[in-house]
Nanobody, 127 residues
Framework: QVQLVESGGGLVQAGGSLRVSCAAS????????MGWFRQAPGKEREFVAA????????FYANSVKGRFTISRDNAKNALYLQMNNLKPEDTAAYYC????????????????????WGQGTQVTVSS
């Protein structure tokens, strides 16, 4: 079982950039499909981005496409989300999520697809 810990959140001005990270413990990270989700106060948790266990395939929510980039380093057991041109509506707690996968190129976009979650890191974008 993989355990996930996010870091790198903070306060940034609109138009700025931030990278959040997710450190995974355990030896099976490279067999996990990974994703980022976010949850703003009073709103439901929503999908942001996903990446296959190989790292070759990525998928984004329309709201972040072209601004955010998901990546992973399987040698370091790490997942990243580079966020550029941030907007106030990006303000939320960001969660990384993982699930074991049997396919190198599969990615997952639903909350119910994932069985392992981090504790979240807060990103606040000021206008």
């Amino acid at each position: 079982q993989v355990q996930l810990v996010e870091s790198g959140g903070g306060l940034v001005q609109a138009g700025g950039s931030l990278r959040v990270s997710c450190a995974a413990s355990g030896r099976t990270f490279s067999n996990y499909g990974m994703g980022w989700f976010r949850q703003a106060p009073g709103k439901e948790r929503e999908f942001v981005a996903a990446i296959s266990m190989s790292g070759w395939i990525t998928f984004y929510a329309n709201s972040v496409k072209g601004r955010f980039t998901i990546s992973r380093d399987n040698a370091k057991n790490a997942l990243y989300l580079q966020m550029n041109n941030l907007k106030p509506e990006d303000t939320a707690a960001y969660y990384c999520a993982g699930r074991s996968s049997s396919s190198s190129n599969s990615y997952y976009i639903h909350i119910t697809d994932y069985d392992t979650w981090g504790q979240g890191t807060q990103v606040t974008v000021s206008s």
